[in-house]
């Protein structure tokens, strides 16, 4: 079944440790995004890839970083985990043109000690 | 720049009413307009987009967004609300011709009491 995947759902970790979220879609899109929500909140887009090898930073300055070196893995990785970084990240792809919809993961919940 | 506002925080409405959850764009070009929903601790699910046509858009879940270009509006609205309808709901707009990046609202809190 095409879906986008997220793992983990959940994940407390203390300052200073290193963590990837991970983000998996069988969708066979070109486009994936990473957005930063708080509970509640707006989103805020901090990540994009446009294919393979190609990432860009978003609107939202982070200390995160993206790789993308298949088509349907975009991985979030923080080199130090801070407090400051706690929030729900949530992944998403969609098709080219621009006309369409973006399709969203469950979402990763990052608490940071 | 392109932007959306969603001007109401929460909007309560009686089960079975007919619910409104508003919201305005300013955008240079043609807008691409989308409307998600949130579950607590879900990603967000896509519900209609307008892109071109008609001005009522139907989506999912009985949903439907009406395009009205004089008021730069795209307000969200349902016959008959269910409370299983409560949730977070975001308009978005296509942040500028040629890209998939999509510009959210900050998002309504849509609370339907039985």
């Known amino acids: 079944e095409a879906d986008i995947y997220q793992t983990p759902r959940y994940l407390v970790i203390g300052t200073g440790k290193k963590i990837t979220l991970e983000c998996s879609q069988t969708?066979?899109?070109?486009?994936m995004y990473w957005y930063q929500q708080d509970p509640g909140m707006e989103l805020h887009l901090i990540h994009y890839s446009y294919g393979v090898n190609s990432t860009e930073k978003g609107d939202l300055s982070s200390e995160s970083t993206v790789s993308r070196i298949r088509t349907e893995h975009f991985p979030l990785t923080l080199e130090s985990a801070r407090p400051s970084h706690t929030s729900q990240y949530l992944c998403?792809?969609?098709?080219?043109?621009?006309?369409?919809?973006?399709?969203f993961g469950p979402g990763t919940r990052l608490t940071v000690l | 720049a392109q932007s959306v506002a969603q001007p109401e925080d929460q909007v309560n409405v009686a089960e079975g009413n007919p619910l409104t959850v508003k919201c305005t764009y300013s955008v240079s070009g043609n807008p691409y307009l989308f409307w998600y929903v949130q579950y607590p601790n879900r990603g967000l699910q896509f519900l209609l987009k307008?892109?071109?046509?008609?001005?009522l858009v139907k989506g999912s879940y009985g949903f439907e967004a009406e395009f009205n270009k004089s008021q730069t509006s795209f307000h969200l609205k349902k016959p008959s609300a269910l409370v299983s309808d409560s949730a977070l709901y975001f308009c978005a707009v296509r942040e500028r011709e040629n890209t998939d990046k999509l510009i959210f609202g900050t998002g309504t809190r849509l609370q339907v009491f039985p």
């Open positions: 307008y892109i071109t046509g008609d001005n």
């Open positions: 969708m066979g899109h070109d486009k």
């Open positions: 998403a792809s969609s098709e080219p043109a621009g006309r369409n919809e973006q399709f």
